[in-house]
């Protein structure tokens, strides 16, 4: 491998003449600081990175970042995990406002928040991210946008994006457009994406019933069928920009169609050894999984500058529609791979439907003064949500939530350090039921959490080249709809899930110390943490069939404890017309019970180096990423083998015009062809990574 790696660097570096190139200051829209002044450990992720760049999911765009990673389920699903926490631990925003789609109920769901046309996407690592949302532990990440902007634009902007990838024959179309007209701030997105299923390595898809040591020989499979996904969002913004302030709403609408991989193949060999219940799940050669998604947002929002004693007051109102649904589609077999649309006669289960209706409401008053670098806040969210399940496999009862968050944030710049300081009460309402025994019995469950979180960062200047930040928490987290009122088969998952609503809310006590060094183009970047969770709540294998020969997964609690570490170092080097980046990073996290045992689906070390050029208009990329064996095992795991992946970006801009640009953007992805597999997935034997990917991507900004 390393004999590539050195070729591809000296192919890369060979003819160039460096220069230097200017600073750019990003400001973080979570903060209202730039990465210079914000004490905390916050990632930003340049719009330019993810729009010029190969389409991918939202847990895809972050797997460089130390101490995140993603919980694959195919393509289209890549939920965050970020220091060994995903699932509901883990808040993903989108301009500030929490993104409330199903993702929570199944690791099968996306994250429904549209990628197009960014501006950033922002990280902040570990339970002090409680000073910019409620209720994380792991941490956010809020990707930002100009729908609703607070300044006015200055001309018009025109984007038109075209992609092709090689790995799935697919292709994506994009256009965008901002400008002011007459005083009003317009701005319009839209974007189509038509991905086939993808190829795999040959040998990479493993099946349950298969024996360790001869799965390679008895599956040569290098194509995961059901693996296609088709997205179609487009989003309208609108805003007015006075001296007082600014107004602006937005609409929003997101269509996912994607096949579900795992769950056909699953099902074939459940019921495997005699074939008793022919009419539940013991036969589905020729069926296809499939999901439809469709979210549709209303957001308005606005903040007025001109209140005597009041730097700012800030608003929102949002309200969303999302809608889930899964479906057994029979498949034509003389048809095109996708096979197609037969799903109205031939369906042995009805589609299962799950639904989201949202509102939530938000007001934040600002009486520092920013100019001095002092912030104090007053925060209020109010938020409802009606989450259902309807339909043959409705595992859920219907579960009304309605929640309350109360919060105070103090920033300071003292003498000796600064200081950061939130504090948050959060109220958490569920109404929900549990039905059981022969006869069905309906069990109405009246829960309600009350919660104080706190959090203190303080970072010290030693001098204009070393920084050292202390981050101390106490988060609480109240137990999802799932992790309470679950109660039934989730055939996708191919297991019975049960949740329990005695569990109480947990708690991380966490302790988090970071360096950052930065010297004639030298740099370190070191954080370690320790995170101690009373009443952690996971999915346990209890090692009992129940239905439809499935095994019993209940939510339990137990006191754990995690900690690790991330570091990365390099240097920049800065030359005639180019400059250079060299680096590596590493990050780990252990996560173990109390009582004894690791916790389940821990993410594994990674190691990430990284060599860049940008000459003029032209940017040279390679990251390869070393992931290492994962065999630290928790209940009912396996180990999952460690992989190399070599991912290569050039990218040119080329100026056409006083104002038109083209943007050529060529792309490889696991160019080693690499079997690779996330542990932190549920099925990350059956649903690999994809294999080699070539791709490339043009933009024309007029």
Not at 386 to 411: C, H, N, R, T, W
Request: charged residues 25%; aromatic residues 10%.
């Amino acid at each position: 491998m390393k004999k590539y790696l050195f070729f591809i660097l000296f192919i890369t570096a060979f003819n160039l003449a460096f220069g230097q190139d200017e600073e750019v200051v990003v400001t973080s829209s979570v903060t209202g600081a730039t990465l210079a002044e914000i004490d905390s450990p916050v990632f930003v992720i340049k719009g330019d990175e993810v729009n010029y760049s190969g389409t991918t999911s939202l847990g895809g765009n972050l797997n460089y970042l130390l101490g995140v990673n993603s919980s694959d389920f195919g393509p289209a699903v890549g939920q965050p995990v970020i220091r060994g926490m995903g699932g509901t631990r883990v808040r993903i925003l989108s301009n500030g406002k929490l993104i409330r789609d199903v993702s929570g109920l199944g690791t099968d769901h996306l994250n429904d928040v549209d990628l197009n046309d960014i501006t950033q996407i922002e990280v902040v690592r570990g339970p002090s991210s409680l000073l910019y949302s409620n209720g994380t532990m792991g941490g956010i990440i809020n990707v930002v946008d100009q729908t609703i902007t607070s300044k006015d634009f200055e001309g018009d902007d025109f984007n038109i994006g075209l992609e092709r990838q090689s790995v799935n024959t697919g292709s994506s179309g994009s256009f965008s457009y901002k400008g002011n007209i007459n005083g009003t701030n317009l701005t319009y997105a839209v974007r189509e994406v038509n991905f086939d299923s993808y190829d795999v390595p040959i040998g990479a898809i493993i099946h349950e019933e298969d024996g360790e040591d001869d799965h390679d020989e008895d599956h040569e499979e290098g194509h995961l069928d059901n693996s296609d996904i088709y997205t179609f969002s487009n989003r309208l913004g609108t805003s007015w920009v006075r001296d007082w302030g600014y107004f602006g709403f937005s609409l929003g609408r997101i269509e996912n169609s994607y096949g579900i991989a795992f769950h056909g193949e699953e099902e074939e060999h459940d019921d495997g050894d005699g074939g008793d219940g022919g009419d539940d799940h013991d036969e589905h050669e020729g069926e296809r999984i499939q999901a439809d998604t469709l979210s549709e947002n209303i957001t308005i929002e606005g903040a007025s500058t001109n209140l005597s004693g009041i730097e700012k007051l800030s608003y929102f109102f949002q309200f969303n529609d999302y809608s889930f649904t899964e479906g057994h589609v029979e498949m034509h077999h003389d048809d095109d791979d996708d096979g197609g649309d037969g799903d109205d006669d031939h369906d042995e289960h009805a589609p299962t439907t799950f639904t989201n209706e949202s509102f939530e409401f938000g007001l934040k008053l600002d009486i520092g003064d920013q100019a001095s670098g002092n912030r104090q806040n007053f925060t209020v969210n109010l938020s409802q949500e009606d989450v259902a399940i309807i339909g043959e496999e409705a595992f859920m009862q219907p579960v009304d939530s309605k929640m309350l968050s109360l919060g105070y944030f103090l920033s300071r710049e003292l003498a000796v350090f600064d200081l950061d300081f939130g504090i948050r009460v959060d109220q958490v309402e569920r109404d929900g039921s549990m039905v059981s025994g022969t006869p069905a019995v309906t069990v109405l469950h009246d829960i309600s959490e009350t919660d104080v979180s706190a959090a203190l960062t303080m970072g010290w200047d030693l001098d204009n080249n070393l920084g050292l930040t202390l981050g101390i928490s106490s988060v609480a987290r109240a137990p999802s709809e799932k992790e309470l009122f679950m109660n039934g088969v989730h055939l996708v998952a191919a297991r019975n899930e049960f949740g329990d609503p005695t569990l109480e809310s947990e708690r991380s006590n966490n302790i988090d110390f970071s360096l950052d060094y930065e010297n004639d183009g030298y740099f370190v970047n070191a954080s370690v943490y320790t995170n101690a969770v009373d009443n952690y709540i996971y999915l346990v294998d209890s090692g009992n069939d129940g239905a439809n020969n499935l095994d019993n997964f209940n939510y339990v609690q137990a006191d754990a404890n995690f900690h690790g570490y991330e570091v990365e170092f390099g240097k920049t080097i800065s030359l005639n017309n180019a400059e250079l980046l060299f680096s590596y990073g590493r990050d780990q996290v252990i996560g173990t019970f109390s009582d004894g045992g690791n916790v389940p689906r821990i993410t594994p070390v990674k190691n990430i180096y990284r060599f860049a050029v940008e000459q003029d208009d032209v940017i040279y990329d390679i990251k390869v990423k070393d992931v290492q064996r994962e065999d630290d095992l928790g209940v009912g795991e396996t180990a999952t083998e460690g992989f190399t992946m070599l991912d290569l970006d050039i990218r040119r801009s080329i100026a056409i015009g006083d104002n038109e640009e083209l943007v050529l953007s060529i792309f490889g992805r696991n160019l080693l062809d690499e079997k690779a597999r996330s542990h932190t997935s549920f099925v990350k034997d059956e649903v690999p990574l994809a294999g080699r990917n070539f791709g490339i991507k043009v933009n024309f900004n007029f």
